[in-house]
């Protein structure tokens, strides 16, 4: 039986995700309870942890509400550590030893146009380059990323205190509306168990209801 590991277990987005996996696989969820991803001593002392799982999706992320030249250093530091260094030295511990290893990351359109949590957009900026540049040792290998637009349910969102600009993106974006969590977690859940993406690999796919379009 084919192993999944899911961090950010607790997000509506992964909630939504969980309910899509095929019952042929092994499920493993991790949340900041049982997993602290700020921790990356944690990390390296779980190489084989990592390395047993066929399929790893990122779906932890923290985003701030503050300017970067008021937030305390360490705030800066275990944001960058949360989004962009557990990721990708989980990443690279499971496609340096597993030929069967599919990586699967939750990008942003903050990684495109920037975010007012600079530190938040630009860990995304790197997954996005991380994914499209990082090599596949194995021709089973895969690894992608997927960058959402807004998504209107999900907790990043819902807990943002500057909710007019949320709003505001949402009636510019040409669909009218933001993106929902169900909606993004069946775009994964194909591409991830459906045979005929298997050649799909070093992508990001922005999924934006063409918010980043041209007249």
Do not use: W
């Not at 938040?120 to 997954?127: A, D, N, R, V």
């Not at 960058?147 to 807990?159: E, F, G, Q």
């Not at 974006?173 to 194909?190: F, T």
């Amino acid at each position: 039986m084919s192993k999944i590991l899911i961090t950010g277990s607790n997000s509506n987005l992964a909630k939504q995700f969980i309910k899509l996996i095929p019952s042929n696989y092994k499920v493993t969820n991790l949340n900041k309870k049982k997993f602290n991803m700020n921790n990356l001593k944690l990390i390296s002392n779980n190489i084989k942890f990592f390395q047993s799982f066929n399929m790893i999706f990122f779906f932890h992320a923290v985003i701030g509400n503050k300017r970067l030249d008021i937030q305390k250093s360490k705030t800066i530091i275990d944001s960058l550590k949360i989004n962009l260094v557990s990721q990708v030295m989980i990443s690279e511990i499971s496609l340096n030893k597993n030929k069967n290893s599919t990586i699967f990351f939750v990008g942003s359109e903050s990684g495109i146009k920037g975010s007012y949590d600079i530190m938040y957009g630009l860990s995304k900026s790197s997954i996005h380059h991380y994914v499209k540049e990082r090599k596949i040792k194995y021709p089973n290998q895969r690894i992608l990323c997927i960058s959402p637009s807004t998504i209107i349910d999900s907790n990043l969102t819902l807990k943002r205190k500057d909710q007019y600009n949320v709003k505001k993106s949402i009636a510019a974006n040409p669909k009218k509306r933001g993106l929902r969590s169900d909606e993004l977690a069946r775009v994964i859940a194909n591409i991830s168990f459906n045979e005929e993406y298997q050649y799909l690999t070093n992508t990001v796919i922005e999924f934006n209801g063409g918010k980043f379009a041209r007249s």
